[in-house]
Each structure stands twice: as C-alpha cells, then as structure tokens.
C-alpha cells in the first residue's frame, strides 16, 4: 500500500486549499487497499505524518520536510513555478518533483489580455480623469491604440504563452515568442503541458535566449512569463529595457526576481516604456514605499494572475493522473528537471 500525504490544509481564504470533495474524489478513484490518504489538517500533523509518507502532495517542499521523510519518492507541487521547493537537499536527493503545470493557463492568459487592453484603450489614463471628476477626452484620445497590428513578444513560451498567444493572435495581434532554444519557422510551444498540440497558438517566431535582444526591438507589447532558476534571474534587467521599442508596454505574470526592478523603475520614469502590468515583485509582498504603487503608468496586481475558481480541481486531476502513472510504473507528467529548475 502507497501511503500519500496531502499536505494542503486551508490556506488564507481557502482558495488554494484542498475541499472536503477532492480528497473524498482522489478516496474514490484509488480503492484503500491501493492508496492510503492521509490529509493533514496543520502543520503539526503534517510533520508527524512526513515520516512515513511515501508521496506528498503539497505547495513547496522544504529542506527540513525532506529531512522528516526517509520514505519519500515523490512530490507534486501545487503550483506551475517550483522554485522555492528546488533546494540544494531536493537536488541532491532522489526525490521526483513534479508541477501542476496549465492550471493556471487560462486566467493568466485572460489577464495578460487585460492588462494589453488596460493600456491600448487608456484605462489607465481615463481612471485618472475620472478620479478628479473630469472628462479628459481630448487629453486621453491622442494615446489610444488598437492591440489588431501589434506586435506582441512573449518571453518564456510554455503552456502560458501559448495560451496568451492564442488569445492574442484571436485579436489580430502578430506574435513572437522567445525561449531557452530557438525552434523553426512557423513553430508552436512545446506540448509538455499537457495540451494537445492541435489547439496551441502558432507564433510567427520562436527566438532563443541568445536573441533576446533582436526579439524585443519588434515588441510593441512585452509579456514575461518565465521560470526563476539561476539563468534567468534579472534576465530582464537595463539592457533588455532598452533594447525594446520606446512607447512599449510590459507586462510580467512570471516571477518577480526575473526582472530588475530598479532598471524597469528608471525605464518607466525616464518614458521609454509606455507603462507596466505587473504581478509579480522581486520582494513580496511589494513593499508599501515602492515607488511602483504610485507610478501613473503602472498597474500593480497582488500576484494574482493565476487565481481562478478551477485552480484546485485541475490541481487535483493533474496529481491523481500522476499518481495513477506513479502506481502503474508509468512516466510521470510534467517532471521536474531539478537542475535547470523547471
């Protein structure tokens, strides 16, 4: 018998937290002589539980957890990211980390779509207006833009940006994408998600890392959607921002530490970049004397881009098929290769 750790008690409001119905779901797909569940309710059971587990289903692994778990093969991550459970104790181990990559797809994507069209439409500008009860048409008119034309680069293209620009090319938008290697014209996002490759979004380019540059001059929109590993910290930093087209727009639904902030601050005061959407933040959360709350051109979200009513039961159905492969010796989805972080 596989005895599984459910370590997903309720988090703040509940909304990354484990239901009553998926743990009696996961109860009923895999019959207890098979599958022992054990769901801990704190982090006191939680730990007196590691012991014994064999795998765990949980946010992000620790150093010490994994000291607590001599029996422990494997681990599923709730989230798509993982870089906080890659510790130099899970790289060294023999562990398998796996992700619940594409839950959050779509509500990243939609979004992403928002914050192009917050811009692109002059939402920010008309909350300004209306905030000190005038009308401003004539003021805000000059700046309105169409997303129909416009080219969008999406750096970092996996299922997210594959999502996005699915969603972007439906606007008319043209598409470039930007990845560790470069693929062949016209090329897709790679199905390791999970999605099947008739329904991924085409980009007219996929550039490699090392044509980062070139691939930024063409954005008139730029959206970040990569992974934290130690190649990609400040991957966008001063040289970046100025390698984008003046009057262009970024956005970033990525994590925080791939971005230098500091550089991205001075190419927005300096108005090289038309404005930001940012959800993610080098510290978080953000703290309150960042210049970046009260910077007009900048929509800040509370890193919450992938929050969606569905989260959990697409969560849920990603482990219970890995853990179906676990049980029948099957490769596993969206294994983690622990030294390239993703």
């Given at each position: ?30 019959p207890?002589t098979q ?7 704190d982090?006191?059971q939680?730990?007196a539980?590691?012991p014994?587990?064999?795998v765990l ?11 607590r ?9 709730l ?20 992700r ?5 797809a779509?509500g990243?994507a939609?979004h992403?779509?928002?914050?192009l069209?917050?811009?692109?439409r002059g ?5 300004q ?15 309105l ?8 680069v ?9 999502a ?14 930007v ?8 090329a ?6 999970g999605?099947?490759p ?6 007219e ?12 001059a ?7 959607i990569l992974?934290l590993?130690?190649e990609?910290r ?5 040289r970046?921002f100025?390698a984008?087209?003046?009057?262009a ?8 530490p791939?971005?230098d902030?500091q550089?991205?601050?001075r190419a927005?005061?300096?108005?090289h ?7 993610v ?13 009260q ?6 979200t ?24 676990f ?9 983690v290769?622990?030294?390239?972080g993703?």
């Open positions: 018998m596989t005895r599984v750790l459910l370590g997903l008690a309720p988090g703040p409001g509940g909304t990354l937290s484990l239901l009553p119905g998926h743990v009696e779901a996961l109860r009923q797909q895999f207890s599958v022992q569940f054990v769901w801990a309710q982090r006191e939680y730990e539980e590691l014994r587990a064999e289903f949980t946010r992000t692994i620790r150093p010490e957890d994994l000291r778990a001599p029996h422990l093969c494997w681990v599923h991550s989230f798509a990211g993982v870089d906080q459970s890659i510790t130099p104790e899970l790289r060294q181990s023999g562990v398998l980390l796996t619940s990559a594409g839950t959050a779509t990243i939609e992403v779509l928002g914050a069209i917050f811009f692109s939402f920010h500008l008309a909350l207006f209306q905030r000190r009860s005038q009308w401003g048409q004539a003021e805000i008119g000059p700046h833009r169409e997303l129909a034309g416009s080219t969008l999406i750096v970092g293209f996996g299922n997210i940006g594959t996005v620009a699915q969603r972007a090319r439906a606007l008319g938008m043209r598409v470039l994408a990845r560790r290697q470069a693929a062949p014209q016209p897709a996002a790679p199905p390791e998600a999605v099947p008739e329904t991924h979004a085409m980009a380019r996929v550039f490699g890392a090392d044509q980062l540059y070139r691939a930024l063409e954005g008139d929109y730029v959206v970040s992974p590993t130690a990609t400040h991957f966008l930093d001063e970046a100025s984008m087209k003046k009057g727009v970024f956005v970033n639904v990525g994590r925080g791939t971005v902030e550089a991205l601050v927005l005061q300096e108005g970049l038309y404005g930001a959407a940012l959800d933040f080098e510290q978080e959360p953000l703290p309150a004397d960042s210049p970046l709350y910077m007009p051109n900048v929509l800040v509370p890193h919450v881009a992938g929050i969606n009513p569905r989260y959990m039961d697409r969560a849920v159905a990603s482990f219970a098929e890995n853990l179906r492969r049980l029948q010796g099957e490769p596993l989805l969206h294994l290769n622990k030294e390239m993703y």
